[in-house]
């Protein structure tokens, strides 16, 4: 896969899985726009990117600010001419008893983790749609197509994400435009505090890392995956149960 000329927005990629996508594709030549509401691990992030010789812009940005999206992605327009890939990927989860939860909770997850990659890919598909080709990842989750106990109003944000991934390919697939859903299983970043205990989940007895979700991502964002749209791709060590 190569991404000489291409370049990628993705979203949350301060840290994690984020940060993974993004210097993945800068690995692989696609100059990088980054975007998180966390400044200072994304300007790092950042620095990481440059050393692979490509472009590379960092944007501290509210995913759930639709206006400043819509900004963001302007200007990152402007600024590169052309943006052929779009991944949202900020998400947040909080594990919980949903009868301990709150409206303004489940609020929150949808603003975040629903709107905010709507919001992204609405501000984004006119140009795409301009330039007869694009390519949009959003990512999911095995909770929203298997539901989690402990994650239920995480579980209905990620059902909702792959379900719009279904809708959204079928109204543009006549316009050069992809767009496909990767759902991790449980996935480690060892920088980040992650307690999620793994092994009830896969086959593998351990995590999966944030580069192995971004080697998915890669795969739907690429030419390669030319015949591929609406399609959700569990990528989870082979699940065992949920
Ligand atoms: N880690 C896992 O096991 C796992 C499993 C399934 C799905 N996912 C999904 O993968 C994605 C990345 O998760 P991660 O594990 O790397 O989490 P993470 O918390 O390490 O990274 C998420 C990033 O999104 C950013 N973010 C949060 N709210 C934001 C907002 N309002 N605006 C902009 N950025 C915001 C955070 O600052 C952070 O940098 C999420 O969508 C998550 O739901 C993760």
């Given amino acids: 896969m190569n991404f ?3 370049a990628a927005f993705v979203t949350g990629a301060a840290r994690g899985i984020g940060k993974a996508i993004a210097i993945g594709f800068a690995k692989k030549g696609a100059d990088v726009i980054i975007s998180d509401i966390l400044e200072e691990p994304l300007l790092q992030t950042a620095k990481e990117i440059e050393a692979f010789g490509v472009k590379v812009k960092a944007i501290v940005l509210d995913i759930t600010d639709e206006a400043a999206v819509r900004q963001a992605i302007y200007e990152s327009v402007r600024a590169f ?3 052929q890939i779009l991944v949202n990927n900020a998400g947040i989860y909080i594990l919980n008893d949903f009868l301990e939860t709150t409206s303004a909770e489940w609020k929150r997850a949808f603003d975040v983790n629903v709107f905010g990659t709507m919001y992204a890919t609405h501000a984004i598909l006119p140009h795409m749609i301009e330039n007869g080709y694009g390519r949009i990842v959003n990512i999911g989750s095995v909770a929203g197509v298997y539901g989690i106990n402990y994650f239920v109003d995480y579980s209905a944000t990620k059902g909702a994400i792959i379900s719009f991934t279904k ?3 079928k109204a543009v697939t006549d316009k050069g435009i992809n767009v496909n859903c990767i759902s991790p299983g449980s ?3 060892p920088t980040v505090n992650n307690t999620t205990s793994y ?3 896969c086959f593998k ?3 999966g890392t944030p580069e192995e979700i971004a080697n998915a991502v890669l795969f739907a964002a690429s030419d390669e995956a030319s015949y591929m749209s609406g399609q959700n791709i569990l990528v989870d060590g ?3 149960k949920m």
Avoid: H, S
Wanted: glycine residues 10%; proline residues 0%; hydrophobic residues 40%.
């Fill in 238 to 240: 082979c699940r065992k």
């Fill in 81 to 83: 001419g052309q943006i």
């Fill in 205 to 207: 007895e351990r995590a």
């Fill in 187 to 189: 996935i480690v970043d």
């Fill in 4 to 6: 000489n000329g291409k």
């Fill in 199 to 201: 092994t009830d989940f």
């Fill in 167 to 169: 809708a959204l390919a």
